[in-house]
């Protein structure tokens, strides 16, 4: 029995021991990665900060754009179930003219008469009023007073259903100090061709034949623990026709939407629309007009509606520490590439 009981305690003792070598010991290095996207699967594309460098024309303009990755490696030698070793080729499609999610980022008013979208408002001391439609109401069934923007489907001949890859670049195998640069960038031309849309009320809109090209350089992904794939930065030269824009860009994963300035909401109550974590607080909205708030108390002013709390975070990673940017409506990193690194 005692020699029984010291065995049991030698194996218990050698099982406690391989599982503490296991936690101290070192780790593989991470590979290179990029998060993937899929409109199919609800995974987003990475959103994609843009700061204006230069720019000859209004194609500098550009907030942001959604960029879409996957990564491949070569396939197993001959007669092996080995992959081969070395570095992965990254497959890139870039969308400031196609969104890869809905296929169009051009849009038209087909219904000019009653884009009231100053409705309410004052225009030099007077009131902005619409004679030929409502003030609210449901958009696809009732005529109010707002632009009405139909999506207007770009196409490029050599690629009509946008399936192609827009380009391609080579990846190491493994980061160099926590980062990995993506290097040997393909062309990514599109060509569009013109297109003419019929307004409801009457006439057409054109949109003439158009090239677009986006050239990639200084592209660097993050490869620590605090964001693994999810973030990059990078030079981006874009070219819309005649229009030449040098832009500093910085991604990031996933794309979450917020609030945006028209949404009558304040900075505070669109800033947890982002919060990673759950938010007990109280969301308050207004009886008669004017940006709903926050409350920490469990209630609400006099005027306004109690409607409830939230109970999961909004999905962004917390080292981002996310903010709203109510100018373009999306939760944004209030940290820096350099701050993600380990």
């Known amino acids: 029995m005692n020699s ?22 070192s780790q593989p290095t991470p590979e290179c990665s990029v998060q993937g996207s899929s409109a199919g699967l609800g995974i987003t594309p990475y959103h994609v900060a843009l700061t204006k460098v230069d720019a000859t024309g209004t194609c500098g303009d550009m907030p942001y ?11 197993p030698a001959m007669g092996s179930t080995q992959p081969v070793s070395g ?29 009231c979208s100053l409705f309410g408002s004052l225009v030099d001391g007077e009131e902005v009023l619409c004679d030929m439609c409502v003030a609210s109401g449901d958009p696809a069934e009732e005529n109010v007073c707002m632009p009405v923007p139909d999506p207007v489907y770009r196409v490029d ?29 393909s062309a990514t031309v599109q060509n ?8 409801i009320d009457g006439g057409t809109e054109t949109f003439p034949a158009l090239t677009v090209n986006t050239e990639w350089s200084a ?24 229009c030449v824009a040098n832009f500093d860009a910085f991604a990031f994963w996933p794309e979450l939407h917020c609030s945006t300035t028209a949404d009558g909401v304040t900075q505070e109550y669109a800033d947890e629309e982002c919060n990673p974590k759950e938010n007990l607080n109280v969301q308050c909205f207004p009886e008669m007009g004017g940006p709903a708030t926050i409350s920490t108390d469990g209630g609400c002013d006099t005027g306004f509606i109690l409607m409830g709390q939230r109970v999961l975070g909004s999905g962004m990673n917390p080292e981002f520490m996310p903010k709203c940017d109510m100018t373009v409506g999306f939760c944004t990193p209030s940290v820096t590439f350099d701050d993600l690194k380990d």
């Open 4 to 25: 029984l009981r010291i065995g049991l305690l030698g194996l218990v003792a050698a099982v406690a021991g391989f599982a503490l070598s296991g936690c101290f010991a």
């Open 65 to 75: 754009l959604l960029v879409g990755t996957q990564r491949s490696r070569l396939p």
């Open 87 to 115: 570095g992965f080729t990254m497959h890139i499609k870039t969308s400031p003219a196609i969104d890869m999610y809905n296929g169009f980022t051009f849009s038209a008013d087909s219904d000019p008469s009653n884009d």
């Open 157 to 185: 001949p050599a690629d009509p259903d946008q399936a192609n890859v827009l380009g391609t670049a080579k990846l190491p195998q493994y980061p160099t100090d926590g980062v990995c640069t993506a290097t040997d960038f």
């Open 192 to 199: 569009f061709q013109e297109e003419v849309v019929d307004l």
């Open 219 to 242: 592209f660097e992904i993050l490869a620590s623990s605090k964001a693994p794939g999810t973030v990059w930065r990078a030079k981006l030269k874009y070219t819309e026709g005649n």
